[in-house]
């Protein structure tokens, strides 16, 4: 069966453990949660061209902004479930090329915001009071102080584009410096931004000609890049000064450097580059060498703190993730509330089970086992009818349907996809609560060619039903499945040739047809046998030969 996000990583065969990559410099915290499970290795310095030639054997690659995980290496990783970003940013990985491959991408959203919140806050001050020059004059011998004379930001007006995670921190901290602070952010809720005395402004026009300061916040997409260029600086005061602690490239770097050179403004403090380092001769470059920029190399997250949050953050995720779990923050994947999440794991495990159990009950028995163009019904009673994002159940019934027949990695990010692709159409029914219900919940799989339910008891998953039958049994191992005449004998005789064939019977249920169900020449059963062994075409044709069985069919759960 193919491995994915619900089922733990099969190893490579050189190695006895998954293997996990990290070329960046991660925190040991996080780390620790992993080495007892898998193998780590920590290159240093690794090039795009030998992180394809090794990316092959792992299964979990951590990073930082420095790695760029591009398709090429999306395509070379045959056995990788999940690029963790130790940070915010995943502009360094190709997200839409890891989604076709059913690799998660996952992040650590909040564990390094203060640090670059405090971190635009030290550029604001360092350019509003010339730290840095301050500092260069005196270790060269000097001591010139009527030149650099600063700046207070009490009092002044701070610009910021992007009121979200960072750009929020920054807002509150501006307010406790005693600014005035003004944003623009389409998306940003104005009952927050209120809360701390933030006024929102509509565009960029009512933003620009009123700043002291300005600082961006937002992620760099299409449509922030270049935000600031010629026209927008130009619109500012000649006094103003800027700052730059998300991505390179919000503002235009050669715009920028043009409009200090011009004295279109006064200044700017730079934590991030188009290129990083910068490029040689680039408008980069000339920047960070310009007196009147502050320039960091990419800081902003590194604090001892922010580190050890983001690192325990990814490296618990990872770990999640190759044990069958579900991530917390999948940049690729959808949210689910950890309250669902505890309600949903155990059904994810019954759903793909009865995916499974479908798709190697019905096989073999002509066109009707081939799952392109299938319909399936997947009804929800009970309880988890009132749960609305049941996405990682349906992702775990197409991973089910499909695990056995295909060598394909199907999990939570690709499975509407795949499905898509191999025309499994699914409907998920949220058929409300019953009160008559055997169980809290039963999740039942219906197609044309019979029907599944299912249910789970503390942490253990049962199927309640194959068809007309009603029984109770773990669908897990090997099992036979056998349709019968319902009448003496048939146990025996099925139970005397899997002995002769060495064939350890771990349980027997019987299920029978419900009492209602009965009708005329209805007189069948279904055995289920639990069983160790090998089962081969031999003993299966044996079983199919022995007086009253009807049908055969024997899954690997
Ligand atoms: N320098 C560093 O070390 C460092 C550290 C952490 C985060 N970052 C970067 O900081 C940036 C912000 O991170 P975050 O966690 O606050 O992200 P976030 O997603 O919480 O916030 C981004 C905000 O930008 C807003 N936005 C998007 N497009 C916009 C537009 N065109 N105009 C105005 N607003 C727009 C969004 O509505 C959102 O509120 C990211 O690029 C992140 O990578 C850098
Ligand atoms: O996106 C982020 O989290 C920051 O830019 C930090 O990047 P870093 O992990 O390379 O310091």
């Known amino acids: 069966m193919a491995p994915s996000a619900t089922s733990p ?11 996990i990559l990290i070329p960046e410099k991660v925190s040991p915290d996080g780390l ?10 920590q290159p240093k310095g690794v090039s795009a061209e030998e992180l394809i030639s090794i990316i092959p054997k792992y299964h979990g690659l951590i990073i930082r902004s420095e790695t760029k995980v591009t398709a090429a290496v999306l395509a070379a990783a ?24 059913g690799i998660i991408v996952v992040n650590s959203p909040s564990g390094n915001i203060v640090a670059a919140a405090e971190h635009t806050i030290a550029l604001l001050m360092a350019v509003a009071r010339n730290v840095p020059a301050g500092d260069r004059s005196l270790r060269n011998g000097g001591w010139e102080r009527s030149k650099l004379v600063g700046t207070e930001v009490g009092g002044k007006t701070l610009g910021i584009i992007g009121l979200g995670k960072v750009g929020f921190k920054v807002a509150r901290m501006g307010v406790g410096l005693g600014m005035k602070v003004i944003a623009m952010d389409p998306y940003a809720n104005p009952d927050m931004a209120a809360s701390a005395s933030v006024t929102l402004v509509a565009d960029l026009p009512s933003l620009l000609p009123k700043v002291d300061f300005l600082t961006i916040h937002t992620p760099l997409i299409a449509s922030t890049l270049d935000l600031i260029s010629t026209a927008e600086l130009a619109t500012m005061k000649p006094t103003a000064k800027v ?6 490239g919000v503002y235009n770097e050669a715009a920028l450097l043009a409009a200090i050179e011009n004295d279109t403004i006064a200044g700017a403090g730079l934590d991030v580059f188009t290129s990083e380092p910068p490029a040689p001769n680039s408008p980069a470059e000339a920047l960070c060498r310009h007196p009147r920029v502050v320039a960091t ?4 997250a590194s604090t001892i703190e922010a580190q050890e949050n983001v690192s325990l953050d990814v490296c618990a995720q990872v770990l999640t993730i190759l044990q069958g779990g579900l991530p917390t923050s999948a940049v690729n994947a959808p949210l689910i509330l950890p309250e669902e999440y505890r309600k949903l794991q155990p059904f994810v495990k019954l759903v793909e089970k009865m995916g499974s159990l479908y798709t190697q009950h019905y096989s073999g028995k002509g066109s009707k086992g081939a799952l392109t163009g299938k319909h399936f019904d997947l009804i929800y009673e009970g309880e988890l009818a009132a749960i609305s994002n049941t996405r990682p159940l349906f992702a775990a019934l197409v991973k ?35 009160s008559d219900l055997a169980y809290a919940s039963i999740v039942t799989l219906r197609s044309e060619e019979g029907i599944i339910s299912g249910y789970v008891s503390g942490k253990t998953v049962y199927i309640s039903r194959i068809d007309k039958f009603f029984a109770s049994f773990v669908p897990e191992g090997l099992l036979i ?11 025996g005789g099925v139970g005397g040739i899997l002995g002769r064939h060495g064939i350890n019977v771990r349980f027997m249920s019987v299920a029978a047809l419900e009492d209602a169900g009965r009708g005329e ?15 081969g075409r031999e003993v299966e044709g044996e079983l199919r030969g022995e007086g009253g069985i009807l049908d055969v069919s024997v899954v690997r759960l």
């Open 400 to 434: 089910g349907l499909m695990g056995v027949v295909s060598e394909m990695n199907v999990n939570i990010v690709n499975a509407q996809l795949v499905a898509k692709e191999k025309g499994i159409v699914v409907s998920e029914i949220h058929s409300g609560s019953h």
């Open 481 to 491: 499945l056998l349709r019968n005449y319902d009448r003496p004998g048939k146990i």
């Open 297 to 300: 190399p990419h800081l902003g």
């Open 521 to 535: 020449g209805e007189d069948e059963a279904l055995m289920i046998l639990g069983v160790e062994g090998n089962v």
């Open 9 to 19: 990583p099969e190893n490579d065969s050189n190695t006895s453990r998954p293997k």
């Open 243 to 248: 700052l730059n602690v998300a991505r390179g």
């Open 32 to 41: 620790a949660i992993l080495s007892p499970h898998f193998d780590i290795d």
């Open 78 to 101: 045959k056995n990788l479930k999940v690029v963790a970003r130790a940070g915010v940013g995943v502009d360094n990985v190709d997200v839409a090329s890891a989604t076709t491959r």
